[in-house]
């Protein structure tokens, strides 16, 4: 009993099943779409999905299909600023079911529809490590939560508050602090060697936000704030989930803050 999810803007080289855990593949597209339920498909739904190159397949006795979709896609825009999303899932009995917050890409001069082959391992290393990064506490849980909201946010000022949240999340003190602005951009500086002024940019832009300070200037800008965001917690994610000391960090709160103030 599996769900089927059409994997679009997709494209690999790989023409073998790619195994992502037990029960979860990635495969070739073989939905024979006559044989659907189509009720409430457009002509436009029925060619996206036929046309689709690679579909994500989930035992459904061994997995929660929409829990495992999400973190797959995920674990994708972990790899690299890439277009995948999902817009559609298919159930055993043919039945079809439309996703209703499908996942908008950042439109970048780097983003890619091509996932190799050869990366589908990093994208499996990436999943299982997040399942288990996501169980360790409130803490962990709800910054996956805030990722998975930034990759489903319609509009980019959104995606960037959510950005920002999952790393506020990731690097605050479980302690009441002061100069909170100064230690968030010297936290993920210390981690990853990111420009202090660009993080001092996204994170006052959320401040504004929720204070009520900020004032619209243009949507160019807003795209600009968001492709920081999204490449800072992309970089601090990966770095986290493929390093098992430093994922073990999360289990204690003095362990996960020297993670970020020492170097």
């Excluded at 498909?41 to 046309?51: A, M, N, V």
């Excluded at 790899?79 to 996942?103: A, G």
């Excluded at 508050?161 to 100069?179: D, Y």
């Excluded at 965001?229 to 430093?246: Q, S």
Aim: aromatic residues 10%; proline residues 2%; contains cysteine.
């Amino acid at each position: 009993m599996n769900a089927i999810y059409p994997l679009f803007d997709l494209n690999s080289d790989s023409n073998s099943p790619k195994r992502i855990e037990n029960g979860i593949l990635v495969l070739a597209n073989n939905i024979e779409i006559e044989k659907i339920a189509s009720m409430n498909l457009s002509e436009e739904d029925k060619h996206h999905i036929q046309e689709t190159q690679l579909c994500l397949s989930i035992d459904k006795k061994l997995h929660s299909p929409s829990e495992v979709s999400i973190a797959f896609i995920i674990s994708c825009r972990l790899l690299k600023r890439t277009k995948v999303f999902i817009r559609y899932r298919v159930d055993d009995l043919k039945k079809v079911t439309k996703i209703r917050d499908d996942y908008p890409f950042v439109t970048s001069n780097d983003v890619t529809s091509t996932i190799y082959d050869a990366e589908f391992k990093r994208i499996s290393k990436i999943f299982y490590s997040l399942n288990i990064f996501k169980n360790i506490s409130t803490r962990t849980a709800n910054a996956v939560y805030f990722l998975s909201l930034a990759y489903r946010s319609r509009k980019w000022l959104e995606s960037l508050i959510f950005h920002v949240c999952a790393l506020e999340t990731l690097t605050s003190s479980a302690e009441r602090e002061n100069r909170i602005t100064e230690k968030f951009a010297n936290r993920i500086h210390n981690y990853i060697d990111y420009d202090k002024n660009e993080l001092n940019r996204i994170y006052n832009i959320r401040s504004e936000l929720v204070h009520g300070r900020h004032k619209w200037n243009s949507e160019e800008e807003n795209l600009i704030l968001n492709r920081i965001a999204e490449e800072v917690c992309r970089t601090v994610f990966v770095k986290i989930l493929l390093d098992k000391k430093h994922l073990d960090s999360f289990k204690s709160d003095e362990n996960r803050i020297n993670l970020f103030e020492n170097r």
